[in-house]
């Protein structure tokens, strides 16, 4: 039976060749944009370079003092990391790393600007970067308060040139001090905000002594490594009885808020307690996506409800001679489930096409936008509801035609 | 005719009235931003640095951390290329970076108000000019807490044309008085693409020189990278401990630039493809309607209509269909400026509206034109033979 459909539905989309265009336009231009929109998602939320370990990690993003007149919300300091969230028992291992910070630097008369970050030992263990060259500083070297730096890719080719020649052992000058270079890592995006820098240098090394201050707020996050996946309920609770017995700092609050979050939920955490990021980022997306889908699908019922009609002798015909209104409606389901299939098809031509340009653009450095399983998957599933969203309201239409005028409609 | 079709032509209004207040959108958006575009900058950005520094100088006596900072400024200010320099706290132009306050006029509480503070020398940095009245000058130290420059735009939404020179307010709670000094003109702190916000100028005092965070500096046209290193020098050996950055505003303001234009140019895009597919999906419709209706229009054209009318009945009617549904968006979109949602001038949204209904009856216009042609090129004798 389904064969048979898939018959009609290619002979009736090679009869009317303009209509076939309109439809297969709209849908193929719909999903390039959805699926464009979902690469994009899934290369911010699902990328899992440089932290590999995520299913065994929580994030500290933020502390927040809650009072009755006021708020104040921001990182943590080090003191915090170290002397409270250190001092935690389920924890393997704590990488602690400053928010980036930009510098310049002056070679040959060019100015280079530097995003930097400073780190201590265990973040290099607990987060997975892919060494081009040499390895990372140990904890021995940070202890030490060596002047030893990681730096990107990028910056190696911007600072010593393209030639391909190793950068380990020489030195990269910033914030007019002069650090050796003991590895170079694969680049990452701005948009990993918690892990992009172009050089990474140990906390040791820092002009100001970070544990000298002892609040709570400053410029570092952390990233919690449980020893197995096991362990990290565990360890969201340990640190949420931490937080609770935590001494308030001052007369002005009476409530200090930080959660230890799985990596999505500490992308889209806002600073503000009483707004959920989760909740903000979905409803925009959803919206985008529904105004972006609500035209095409308009305009798809319009031009099927047409196409439908044009065919209603055919209709009259199967229905003098006793096809059901369901096995009508099912019919032209299928038939628009073969369009939209085949505009999808050519959505996904369009959309490489798309993210090529977009890639090639570098609107974001690093960011390439792949077209991956995980983003089929999401158009497959758009292009189902697209396809019974724009196909059922005419099915439901047609199956209604009354047998004698669809018969004497010609 | 069209109220016996309601059914069938309910879909192609509705999908007219989408198409509608996505071009009233994307008209509102492009329109404000080109009107703020017109609108000057207020400053001379071209030319003009910022220097990050943070205070980490170990001595906490006021008299030296107040002479390292003065003797600092007056140091930058001696090099050859150097035209101006002053201090400024952090939200300079272009850096997104927000100090707001509420005052309180006449009891009426005013909110978003941009705080900056400086010194006398910023309207020189900056190229900003004195709309009324003067700026700070050294003998206002005394007094600061009592006087205050705001900008053009605060100025007119207080007092309108009347003179503002002299006048007090009172700060959110309307406890601390300040008298107004000079009116300097309005500058556009997010870009070129955004309005000028309110704004109000206080002079630094010898302590906020700590806090401030970045001396702004005028350099001389075709100034290189290599003073850039030896400015770059000089206040990393001043400042040892300190994280310097500095930063050209022209780069600064492109990057502010594109948070406009990067979605104006997707919206477009999405729009425009939108477009076309509404486009051809009114075109297809009307054809379709066209070879329904045969039988109708060659009757006409038996009892004598001449072509141009038919064609014209055809037009005439998507056109109907398109006012229908342009009323409906009309309706819509005037709640815009009504309930000042966004808080666009409302010339804006007047603009946007007017040129999305020419827009669309243009778009309708030309889908049908052909139909309509089609339609008058139907021979009576085949289309009656056909029924």
Same mark, same amino acid.
């Given at each position: ?220 996050? =952390?990233? /919690?490594? @449980? ?11 340990? #640190? +949420?009885? &931490? ?117 090639? =653009?570098? /609107?974001? @450095? ?11 998957? #999401? +158009?497959? &599933? ?29 | ?387």
């Amino acid at each position: 039976m389904l064969k048979n459909y898939f018959k009609i539905a290619i002979a009736v989309l090679r009869r009317r060749k303009f209509f076939t265009f309109i439809s297969l336009f709209g849908i193929s231009f719909t999903l390039t944009i959805l699926m464009v929109l979902t690469a994009f998602i899934d290369k911010v939320v699902n990328d899992n370079y440089p932290d590999r370990k995520r299913d065994r990690s929580l994030y500290l993003g933020n502390i927040e003092l809650r009072g009755k007149e006021s708020m104040n919300s921001s990182s943590f300091s080090y003191y915090f990391l170290t002397h409270f969230a250190g001092s935690m028992k389920t924890p393997e291992m704590i990488a602690i790393s400053s928010r980036s910070n930009s510098t310049n630097t002056y070679v040959n008369n060019r100015k280079i600007t530097i995003d930097y970050k400073y780190t201590n030992a265990d973040y290099w263990n607990v987060l997975d970067y892919d060494f081009i060259e040499g390895k990372a500083f140990t904890k021995q070297q940070s202890d030490n308060g060596d002047r030893v730096v990681v730096i990107s890719e990028d910056k190696k080719k911007e600072y010593f040139g393209d030639d391909n020649s190793p950068a380990v052992g020489k030195y990269i000058e910033a914030d007019n001090v002069k650090y050796r270079i003991c590895g170079v890592v694969r680049s990452i995006p701005i948009t990993a905000y918690n892990f992009y820098a172009d050089i990474y240098l140990p906390i040791t090394t820092m002009k100001t002594n970070p544990a000298s201050d002892k609040g709570y707020m400053g410029g570092f996050v =952390a990233v /919690l490594l @449980a020893k197995s996946t096991d362990d990290v309920p565990k360890m969201q609770q340990e #640190y +949420a009885t &931490l937080i609770s017995k935590l001494p308030i700092p001052g007369k002005e609050w009476d409530h200090i808020y930080s959660h230890a979050d799985p990596y999505i939920q500490s992308y889209v955490r806002t600073g503000n307690e009483e707004k959920s990021g989760m909740l903000y980022a979905i409803g925009a997306v959803v919206i985008f996506a529904l105004f972006v889908m609500l035209l095409p699908t308009l305009n798809l019922v319009n031009v099927n409800i047409t196409r439908i009609m044009e065919r209603s002798s055919e209709i009259g015909v199967r229905k003098a001679f006793g096809a059901s209104s369901k096995t009508l409606v099912y019919q032209f389901i299928v038939e628009n489930m073969i369009l939209t299939f085949l505009g999808s098809l050519i959505g996904v031509v369009f959309s490489i096409v798309v993210m090529y340009f977009i890639n090639s =653009a570098k /609107l974001i @450095a690093n960011l390439d936008l792949t077209l991956n399983f995980t983003v089929l998957c #999401y +158009a497959l &599933l758009t292009c189902i509801v697209f396809g019974l969203l724009s196909g059922v309201y005419p099915a439901w239409r047609m199956s209604k035609l009354n047998i004698v005028t669809a018969l004497k409609a010609q | 005719m069209i109220w016996n079709k309601k059914k069938q032509n309910s879909l192609l209004i509705s999908e007219i009235f989408l198409s509608f207040l996505v071009i009233f959108g994307v008209f509102s958006f492009a329109i404000n931003s080109y009107r703020n575009y017109i609108t000057p900058m207020g400053i001379e950005y071209k030319n003009l640095w910022a220097i990050s520094y943070n205070h980490t100088l170990e001595t906490n006596n006021p008299d030296s951390v107040t002479l390292v900072y003065e003797n600092l400024l007056r140091n930058i200010k001696a090099m050859p290329q150097v035209l101006s320099a002053s201090y400024s706290t952090g939200n300079i132009p272009f850096a997104s970076n927000h100090m707001s306050t509420g005052i309180t006029y006449k009891k009426e509480q005013i909110m978003n108000i941009n705080q900056y503070t400086s010194d006398e020398n910023f309207p020189k940095t900056m190229g900003a000019k004195m709309v009324a009245g003067r700026w700070y000058n050294k003998g206002d130290a005394v007094n600061r807490d009592r006087i205050i420059v705001i900008n053009e735009k605060l100025k007119e939404k207080m007092f309108g044309k009347e003179d503002a020179i002299g006048k007090v307010f009172g700060d959110y709670d309307d406890k601390k008085k300040v008298k107004i000094i000079g009116v300097v003109n309005s500058v556009k702190y997010e870009g070129d693409y955004q309005r000028p916000g309110y704004g109000m100028y206080k002079l630094h005092d010898t302590a906020s020189y700590k806090w401030m965070g970045k001396i702004m500096v005028k350099v001389t046209p075709g100034t290189d990278a290599g003073f850039e290193g030896k400015l770059y020098k000089l206040m990393a050996t001043t400042l040892k401990k300190s994280n310097i950055e500095i930063e050209h505003l022209d780069n600064k303001l492109r990057g502010a630039n594109n948070f406009t234009l990067i979605p104006l140019i997707i919206f477009s895009i999405v729009a425009a493809f939108l477009i076309i597919n509404v486009a051809l999906g009114i075109f297809g419709v009307l054809w379709y309607n066209i070879n329904k209706r045969k039988g109708e229009i060659g009757l006409r054209r038996a009892i004598g209509a001449p072509a141009s009318s038919v064609s014209m009945q055809i037009v005439a009617e998507s056109l109907i269909i398109t006012t229908l549904s342009l009323i409906l968006g009309t309706f819509f979109a005037v709640q815009f400026p009504l309930l000042h949602v966004f808080d666009l001038p409302a010339g804006v949204y007047i603009l946007a509206i007017c040129l999305a209904i020419a827009f669309i009856y243009l778009l309708v216009f030309i889908c049908s034109l052909h139909p309509g042609r089609q339609a008058a090129a139907v021979y009576p004798a085949v289309a009656l033979h056909e029924e």
